[in-house]
């Protein structure tokens, strides 16, 4: 039984070593001709050392050690893997999204069953408490059952304001105490007008009309690199 699977197991091996040098093979005889090659196959665009690490490690979260992209046709073979990799994931995230929206949907039409369901219910329980002796506070009246409570809360007004009209009116009237004047930094502006320049150290500072500026502080940003795939 242990030769058996002894034989299998050196006949694949066999079999991945021909497949590596039939690609090597392929990928010398198309570099000798100076074609170039258009594939999604990673075996054609790679030289035997890569074969061999992709052979090794076929899980692409493992190639960052030891792979490298050092020709167009190896940065094209990355570019189709983020380009699927989007497709893949934005595909689940719109399936998911889709569910978010369906069970919102449901969620919010539950809550409004609640709402009319129970008001019927409240309106009873509403009357029931004026026929009833309450405790009174100045907030609230209240009347306590086994199975909870039912109260009756007094509300502020609610002020609907029109802010240009009073504007005015404490205007007229003087009342400048009730009128709000907050400065802001016309930031647009200053920013056009800054200059930065290199104190000690290196730091960046900034300069307005010579003066370094109280308050402001530059803090440099790496380059943001970026790939759009077609």
């Known amino acids: 039984m242990t030769g058996i699977i002894f034989y299998?197991?050196?006949?694949?091996?066999e079999k991945r070593k021909a497949n590596k040098q039939k690609a090597f093979t392929q990928y010398k005889w198309r570099k000798k001709m100076s074609v170039q090659p258009i594939t999604n196959n990673p075996y054609e665009l790679m030289d035997?050392?890569?074969?061999?690490i992709l052979s090794e490690h076929p899980a692409e979260d493992q190639l960052h050690d030891k792979f490298r992209v050092n020709t167009d046709?190896?940065?094209?073979?990355?570019?189709?893997k983020i380009k699927e990799r989007h497709e893949e994931y934005d595909r689940l995230a719109k399936a998911c999204q889709e569910q978010s929206d369906f069970y919102s949907l449901k969620k919010n039409w539950y809550?409004?069953?609640?709402?009319?369901?129970?008001?019927?219910?409240?309106?009873?329980?509403?009357?029931?408490f004026e026929k009833v002796p309450h405790k009174k506070t100045k907030t609230q009246k209240k009347y306590s059952l086994p199975s909870g409570d039912l109260?009756?809360?007094?509300?502020?007004?609610?002020?609907i304001r029109d802010d240009e009209q009073i504007l005015g009116f404490l205007g007229e009237n003087n009342?400048?105490?009730?009128?709000?004047?907050k400065p802001?930094?016309?930031?647009?502006?200053?920013?056009?007008q800054i200059e930065i320049k290199e104190s000690q150290g290196n730091k960046q500072t900034a300069f307005l009309d010579g003066?370094?500026?109280d308050g402001l502080n530059i803090q440099e940003r790496p380059d943001i690199f970026e790939v759009k795939v077609k």
């Open 151 to 159: 109260i009756r809360k007094k509300q502020n007004p609610e002020y």
């Open 175 to 181: 009342l400048v105490e009730f009128i709000k004047n």
């Open 73 to 80: 046709q190896k940065a094209e073979w990355v570019l189709n």
């Open 111 to 128: 809550l409004d069953q609640a709402q009319k369901e129970t008001s019927y219910f409240k309106g009873l329980l509403s009357d029931y």
């Open 8 to 13: 299998f197991l050196h006949k694949a091996s």
């Open 48 to 52: 035997s050392e890569d074969i061999e």
């Open 184 to 192: 802001q930094v016309n930031w647009v502006d200053l920013k056009a």
């Open 211 to 213: 003066k370094m500026i």
